[in-house]
């Protein structure tokens, strides 16, 4: 089992940036890649990024493409999110996921079998 733990989410206006943390503990030899979903009020979890972890190939979301970019620290066993130019629409909780395993569809983690975060809020004021 992999423990993750988000932070830097907060409060920001819109245009403004904030960068996302997750701190990876455990068995962290065994991750194949690391992500970010959210959810929003009233809606379903969305993937936003995800970044392979040996190799570094990422891929995101339309919604944030050009405006957030994932990076990870492997010494370290975390992943960023950086997020810049924010709207109001991205409000939401953030969540942090480890996968071991290989998906075709790369915005995929299993909901029961891979590893997820707590979560962090970040509120985008218009």
């Known amino acids: 089992q992999v423990n993750l733990v988000e932070s830097g989410g907060g409060l920001v206006q819109a245009g403004g940036s904030l960068r996302l943390s997750c701190a990876a503990s455990g068995r962290t030899f065994s991750i194949y890649a690391m992500g970010w979903f959210r959810r929003a009020p009233g809606k379903e979890r969305e993937f936003v990024a995800t970044i392979r972890w040996s190799g570094g190939n990422t891929y995101y979301s339309d919604s944030v493409k050009g405006r957030f970019t994932i990076s990870r620290d492997n010494a370290k066993t975390t992943v960023y999110l950086q997020m810049n130019s924010l709207k109001p629409d991205d409000t939401a909780i953030y969540y942090c996921?480890?996968?071991?395993?290989?998906?075709?569809?790369?915005?995929?983690?299993?909901?029961?079998?891979?590893?997820w975060g707590q979560g962090t809020q970040v509120t985008v004021s218009s």
């Open positions: 996921a480890a996968t071991k395993s290989y998906y075709s569809d790369a915005s995929y983690y299993s909901p029961r079998n891979d590893d």
